[in-house]
């Protein structure tokens, strides 16, 4: 027995431990799981339970290599039950996709081999002899994370409502990948006498240069009366499913996980005081946020229809002190989905913008219907900050959107967001910031500071740490890029936003992309 720890040990140490990465353990065990399934089950019980994955498989590397469309993204817009957007941009493929099944069912049958050939059994022996060792001298986590274990965990653990991530050592709480336990040490010296009212509105593809501030076509509602807007901004990531994440966060584009271990800015402010509000008729899993009181509608309705009696219910909370964030929808396609018609200042007709995805010859029907969901989130906007304005004590209202959207902008062709590549136009956003007098008199400095900063460059991580600025919180920040807006000038600095976990690129190279594939210009030189 000692014999065997001592063996046992030895290959802990002397292979595991040398191994950089988790990663390159999960992958030998997946790979030993594959074999061994290959070695002991019936060939056509195999061929069955991988072909949809196979199938899956090259689909999405497929469109992710030919077409620049991240399905992965769209299977988590169809987990949050809008299953309209995963057709709209699934639909241009469906020939392609169905060629690709042909292709693999065709393979299989030509793969289907005779039963078990003579060195069968010496593999089996040889599997299950290396199975054991890797047993011995890997972590059980190796196995757990392991594919397809880990997918049949996610599988089941998601069937208990448990979005297939541990549960933490706490009952009746929800699992999150986040510190609930992390407060980003923050403090506050001196909070006024007077209630305050923070509200956070995170916003959903819009595009800077669609609002009346920023060039877009005055019939469009403007931003709030004496708010700031910046015209100059971009966005963590082109998806929601890591922007968001990002935004509410402290890590960087680029970072490894979807969502950040990081608790998000909400704790800082319920350190400082505050009861803390999220509202979101996009669902909690796309961003994990730790506030004490949460709602998610899930029920496809307009965002003011959802929000503002959830927003109404919060102001009319006795706290004296509150942050409250809303997850709105604002202009994700269909864009028809986010206005009512009657409302809208531009004419759209349906038979040219309706189903599928923009063409060069319905694209004036495109920009229509887009701009008439950008004027419905300027009203959320003027609403929200209507309410704020007949609240006693300071308030303060900030916007951005998640990401923007590419409507055929270049001679790339390119449609929508969260594709293989981001682009200038999809990461290029706006924001806004509004405070009512209250504020405004008590921080004429602060003010005098957004004001001066209203053209200068900016990234998303840029919003937290202002919001959290209005509201004189100090707290632990542990990045050197981000600018506190109310504080001072916006320094020299390279903006990036995130590919992919562990991958970024930068604005300039952004740019240098669109200017490259200009519509009607001849091959530039240099690109």
Request: aromatic fraction near 8%; proline fraction near 8%.
């Amino acid at each position: 027995m000692a014999r065997a720890a001592a063996v046992a040990q030895l290959l802990h140490t002397g292979f595991c431990e040398r191994l950089d990465a988790s990663l390159a353990q999960l992958a030998l065990v997946s790979v030993w799981i594959v074999f061994f399934a290959w070695a002991f089950l019936p060939q056509k019980l195999l061929l069955v339970l991988t072909f949809p994955l196979l199938l899956a498989g090259l689909v999405v590397v497929g469109a992710d290599l030919l077409f620049g469309v991240d399905l992965i993204e769209l299977v988590t817009v169809w987990h949050t039950f809008h299953l309209g957007e995963v057709i709209a941009a699934v639909q241009p493929y469906v020939w392609t996709i169905a060629v690709a099944i042909f292709a693999i069912a065709a393979l299989a049958a030509l793969l289907w081999s005779p039963p078990d050939s003579p060195t069968r059994p010496a593999v089996r022996i040889g599997l299950v002899i290396f199975g054991l060792l890797l047993a011995i001298a890997l972590p059980s986590a190796s196995w757990r994370g392991a594919w397809p274990v880990a997918l049949a965990g996610a599988v089941v653990e998601g069937s208990l409502g448990n979005a297939g991530i541990e549960l933490p050592d706490r009952p009746n709480v929800r699992a999150s990948p986040r510190n609930r336990f992390d407060n980003w040490q923050a403090k506050r010296e001196s909070p006024p006498l007077t209630p305050e009212t923070y509200v956070f509105v995170i916003g959903e593809s819009v595009r800077a240069d669609r609002l009346p501030a920023c060039g877009g076509r005055p019939q469009i509602t403007a931003a709030p009366r004496e708010a700031i807007v910046f015209c100059d901004v971009i966005s963590g990531s082109s998806s929601t499913h890591t922007s968001v994440p990002l935004l509410v966060s402290r890590d960087l584009p680029g970072h490894n996980e979807r969502v950040p271990h990081d608790a998000t800015f909400l704790k800082a402010f319920e350190a400082a005081g505050f009861e803390t509000f999220w509202f979101g008729v996009q669902e909690r899993s796309i961003a994990w946020p730790d506030a004490r009181n949460q709602v998610y509608e899930s029920v496809p309705q307009l965002d003011r229809t959802a929000l503002l009696p959830l927003l109404d219910q919060a102001l009319a909370k006795p706290s004296q002190r509150k942050i409250i964030v809303l997850h709105a929808y604002n202009v994700h396609a269909p864009y028809r989905e986010r206005y009512k018609p009657e409302n809208a200042p531009f004419a759209v007709d349906p038979a040219k913008a309706t189903g599928g995805v923009p063409e060069r010859a319905s694209i004036d029907q495109w920009w229509n219907d887009y701009d008439n969901a950008v004027d419905e989130t300027m009203r959320l906007l003027e609403d929200v900050t209507a309410r704020l304005q007949s609240q006693t004590g300071a308030a303060v209202v900030m916007f951005t959107p998640d990401h923007a959207e590419n409507l055929l902008d270049d001679a790339r062709g390119l449609r929508f967001h969260a594709l293989k590549m981001p682009t200038i136009w999809d990461t290029s956003v706006p924001g806004v910031i509004w405070a009512n007098a209250t504020w405004r008199d008590a921080n004429p400095e602060k003010w005098k500071t957004l004001e001066a900063n209203r053209v200068a460059p900016l990234m998303h991580m840029d919003f937290v740490p202002t919001l959290l600025g209005a509201a004189n919180v100090r707290y632990r920040e542990t990045r050197s890029q981000p600018v506190d807006l109310t504080a001072g000038p916006v320094p020299p600095r390279t903006r990036f936003t995130q590919v992919r976990a562990g991958e970024t690129v930068n604005v300039d190279q952004l740019r240098a992309q669109a200017e490259c594939n200009r519509p009607g210009t001849t091959k530039i030189p240099g690109c």
